[in-house]
């Protein structure tokens, strides 16, 4: 009876661990930097996925401009770098954060990599998966001001299958051409992102000074 116990206190303190939130931003640099535009660097691409760095530098637009920062257009930004013979992002990465704002003019540049893009297929089960990571970083000083990473899958959205394994089989076969046909990296690269940039998620970005709730506390400020 004392062993049960102990296997069940154990197990929920294990729970209880796998559920906690991760710790909260330290924000004083980005308070104090207080930047008012941004600019998305092209993602360095650690996937096979050709058209991933496009589809996740057009969907990381939204979240930003939403929490309340100026978000330069990346067609734009894109543009700029080849014109100057800057066509791959790890080039365009070391460029000197100064040349940057002088190129430019923004406050603060977004430098993205894409850990995870495009639709697997595993026995019985397919998925779309996007993970992200990203850190902004003030043009001025070099100074980083902060940094997530985040991902989003389809798995969350499908529901459990009851047809037993061959029912799952056909499912996930069905699921992956479906996928890949649609091109759902689309839709999950735009969750991931809204989950790693918005204010409104937690340890996202802050509120910035076009946004009405600019100078209140975000989610990870509340605990």
Known sequence: MLFRSFIVVGAMALLSACVSLPPAHD??????????SVIILPPIN???EVIAPYSVMT???TPI???GFYVFPVAMVNQTFNNNGLTVASDIHAVAPTKLKEIFGADAALYVSIEDYGTSYVV???ETRVTVTASLVDLASGQMLWTGTAYASSAEQQNANSGGLVGMLVQAAVNQIFETVTDR???IAAIASARLLSAESYNGLLYGPRSPSYGQPVASEKK
């Open 27 to 36: 924000y004083s640099a980005f308070k104090a930097a207080n930047p008012a």
């Open 46 to 48: 650690n996937t096979p």
């Open 59 to 61: 969907q990381m637009a």
């Open 65 to 67: 401009a939403e929490s």
């Open 124 to 126: 019985i089960s397919s």
């Open 185 to 187: 990296g689309f839709d």
